[in-house]
């Protein structure tokens, strides 16, 4: 465990997977151009937005529950330093063993050392946002050890030697007869007269996975939710893959960001109604897996919880920017967004793409690294609008555009525009020359270089025939 002395610290470079290797303008450039993948989108996103937006119509309080869920978030946040260490000892208490992880290098490396001390070589994962953050599976490859995803999607991403787009539908960007070429190529002992059909598809993932489920003694997890109250740890999944790798190996490890705590029980009555119906669109979650450190004789036996910041507090010393920290990574804003659904979940470089990647992603590893992001956003607030904890996604976009370092000209030009609106002969002036353009034919043309970039994607305001000036004057 190292101790920090001063400022709180980002994400460190060189480990996980929080930063792109080109900006999003790019990447996003490259992604537009595969038809099949906007086709797999659309689809995707429209059926959840759809699912969703009928379950959560049937509850009255919906809105209610939305504010009770970020109440409840900001609480954390104001009281995290003594929920963490609540949540620590009541874990100790029940048989667990707690390890603080102040990035990814600590926790991967934690990790390692946990796994090589049972001598097994291969573990079982659920998935999990936290531990594909600090590029686990990298880091224990590299120490000899296989990771095995078990959910479906991650399972194909992984076989896929790929990147998961989408925080709840991994391999949202693969069709299924992409799928099939996969497990045709990696899957150990595979049909090779697989078909492309659903049923056949989940069938054979099912065969290789159960295999490795009874022959696996180590699983590593992430946690939705750690209860500070009771020491209890909280998984939620829908396929039961899940419920597998917490009940049967001998060791379980969890990795949770330290903002996934809550102070008690009942906060899970909330946020239990309010995750599955915005994520999913289903009224509860097919399996909701709960354990308290360690039960003799029922389940794993040995327990430890690696709680990583990796970046948090850097966030939670921002005030503008620490509701951040308050997501439950339902991935709403993903399937309501017009940017992520023809861009894709890979064009924002990041293990957390979409509006909540946006923010999320530049405050963790500080904004100089991942500049672009705050602008892949058109602010409709559509991201607002779908949030079950009430995340105010749009200001908080705003609030990065400002910390993000802008070109020269751009701070010239906006120096020059702060000037003559400041002098209103001045101003009145360049309302004159602007009509002037107008007039000269470079109405619908765009600003010249090296303005040009700004209207490359947005439509000049048309300059009006009489200003308001003009109209004054007339009276
Ligand atoms: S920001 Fe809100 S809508 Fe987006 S993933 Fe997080 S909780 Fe869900």
Known sequence: MTTFLGMPATAPRGVGNLRGDETFPAAAHHALADDQLRRNLRHATTTIRGKSGRVIAELPDWQELRSAGSALKAFVMANLDSLLEQLEARVTAAGGVVHWAADANEANAIVLDLIRRTGSERVIKVKSMATQEIGLNEALEAGGI????????????????????????????????????????????????????????????????????????????????????????????????????????????????????????????????????????????????????????????????????????????????????????????????????????HAYGSVYPGPIGAVLSPQLTGVADNASLPYASSLCGACFDACPVKIDIPSMLVHLRNKVSHPAAERAAMRAAAYTMD?????????????????????????????????????????????????????
């Open 146 to 345: 296989q990771p095995i995803e078990t959910d479906l999607a991650e399972l194909i991403v992984q076989l896929g030697n790929d990147k998961p787009s989408h925080i709840l539908v991994p391999a949202i960007h693969r069709n299924r007869a992409e799928i099939r070429e996969i497990f045709l190529k990696s899957m150990p002992g595979v049909d090779p007269d697989l078909t492309d059909d659903p049923p056949v598809l989940a069938a054979a993932a099912r065969k290789y996975l159960r295999e490795t489920f009874l022959s696996t003694t180590v699983a590593v997890s992430g946690a939705n939710f750690g209860i500070a109250e009771t020491g209890t740890l909280a998984v939620v999944e829908s396929e039961g893959n899940g419920r597998m790798c917490l009940t049967l190996p001998d060791t379980l490890i969890t990795v949770m960001g330290i903002e996934k705590v809550v102070p008690s029980w009942p906060d899970l009555e909330v946020f239990l109604q309010l995750l599955p119906r915005a994520s999913t669109g289903e009224r509860m979650n097919p399996y909701t897996t709960m354990w308290t450190g360690v039960t003799p004789g029922d389940g794993p036996q040995n327990f430890h919880l690696v709680l990583l910041d990796n970046g948090r507090s850097a966030v939670l010393a921002d005030p503008a920017g620490r509701a951040a920290l308050h997501c439950i990574r339902c991935s709403a804003c993903l399937n309501v967004c017009p940017v992520y659904e023809r861009t894709g979940g």
């Open 423 to 475: 002098h209103p002969k001045l101003y009145a002036r360049a309302q004159r020359a602007a009509k002037l353009a107008r007039i000269a034919g470079r109405r619908g043309r765009g600003l010249p270089p090296p303005f040009s970039g700004w209207t490359a994607s947005r439509d000049l305001p048309e300059v009006p025939q009489q200003t308001f000036r003009d109209w004054w004057a007339s009276r």
